[in-house]
């Protein structure tokens, strides 16, 4: 995984990228597998094994009107990518109900065939970044998170060495604080109508390790921040009763915020960071909302 220190560093990747990685920026006439092969060339090493990235659905030598970014291309997604005539959805979670969208369970159920079907009548291609984007420096979902949280000093690093994630993780360093201060910190900043908190609320605060998405339920991604030191363990979701379980009888702190909640930031940088590099192609992004009603 690259790493980019100072103003300078992070300019001159950018140059680079607009210049030897994409083929394609400033050209009009697009197509899809224009889009997949930048996709490619940001993180080669993703695609050297099993990957979840790559067509959904759709010819890859569709031209693109517009590209709709989102995190999940959900049926509402769907519709207001319709309204928006675009024609290709980035997405970063599956489109088809499965992580590897394998349809095979689905073939015959309504409701993936609806969803299918309107996809195909709209000429739509889905294409899905996830394992590319995950760790992708400053624009990708860990990194976003963390802006997004107003986390910008690292106090350590480790390194994760796993089949399903590879790259360094971050423990961030903050003003001492309580937990409770803290946990309204992060409600406020991520305009979250409620959030799920384990721990004291008095404890002192001072050491932030992330789990967004769905890594915050790996037993081990939680158990390496608290070895290297994170007061806090912020997550996007978490099984209650394995790992919340043992927070609670390790007193250790917890703050969950959702998996939708917790990648929302990454997939808008998405948006930003292809808008750079197809200036010519209408980019816009979609939230796909949180499934919950909170009452």
């Given at each position: 995984m690259f790493e980019f220190k100072g103003v300078f560093s992070k300019l001159l990747f950018i140059l680079l990228s607009l210049i030897v990685?994409?083929?394609?920026?400033?050209?009009?006439?697009?197509?899809?597998?224009?889009?997949?092969?930048?996709?490619?060339?940001?993180?080669?090493?993703?695609?050297e094994k099993r990957t979840v990235d790559g067509y959904k659905i759709g010819d890859p030598e569709t031209e693109i009107t517009g590209i709709a970014v989102t995190w999940m291309a959900t049926y509402e997604v769907i519709e207001k990518v319709i309204e928006n005539k675009c024609n290709l959805i980035v997405t970063h979670e599956p489109t088809f109900f499965n992580h590897r969208d394998e349809i095979e369970d689905f073939k015959n159920d309504p409701t993936y065939i609806k969803?299918?079907?309107?996809?195909?009548?709209?000429?739509?291609?889905?294409y899905r970044i996830h394992d590319s984007w995950d760790?992708?420096?400053?624009?990708?979902?860990?990194?976003?998170?963390?802006?997004?949280?107003?986390?910008?000093?690292?106090?350590?690093?480790?390194?994760?060495?796993?089949?399903?994630?590879?790259?360094?993780?971050?423990?961030?360093?903050?003003?001492?604080?309580?937990?409770?201060?803290?946990?309204?910190?992060?409600?406020?900043?991520?305009?979250?109508?409620?959030?799920?908190?384990?721990?004291?609320?008095?404890?002192?605060?001072?050491?932030?390790?992330?789990?967004?998405?769905?890594?915050?339920?790996?037993?081990?991604?939680?158990?390496?921040?608290?070895?290297?030191?994170?007061?806090?363990?912020?997550?996007?979701?978490?099984?209650?009763?394995?790992?919340?379980?043992?927070?609670?009888?390790?007193?250790?702190?917890?703050?969950?915020?959702?998996?939708?909640?917790?990648?929302?930031?990454?997939?808008?940088n998405c948006a930003n960071f292809l808008s750079m590099h197809f200036p010519n192609i209408k980019i816009i992004f979609l939230d796909a909302g949180d499934p919950y009603i909170y009452f």
């Open positions: 990685i994409n083929p394609t920026y400033g050209q009009d006439n697009i197509k899809a597998k224009d889009v997949d092969k930048f996709v490619r060339s940001l993180m080669p090493e993703v695609w969803k299918r079907k309107l996809l195909e009548e709209h000429n739509i291609v889905v760790l992708y420096p400053e624009y990708g979902i860990q990194d976003s998170f963390a802006k997004q949280l107003g986390l910008s000093k690292i106090a350590t690093q480790f390194s994760q060495n796993r089949p399903e994630r590879t790259g360094l993780n971050s423990i961030f360093e903050i003003e001492p604080t309580t937990l409770n201060d803290f946990a309204r910190i992060v409600k406020q900043k991520m305009g979250h109508p409620s959030l799920r908190v384990v721990g004291d609320l008095n404890n002192k605060i001072k050491k932030i390790g992330l789990g967004f998405g769905g890594w915050g339920s790996s037993f081990s991604i939680f158990q390496d921040c608290m070895r290297s030191g994170a007061d806090v363990y912020v997550a996007g979701e978490m099984t209650e009763w394995s790992i919340l379980r043992y927070a609670e009888a390790a007193g250790k702190c917890v703050i969950v915020v959702g998996h939708t909640r917790s990648e929302t930031a990454g997939m808008q």
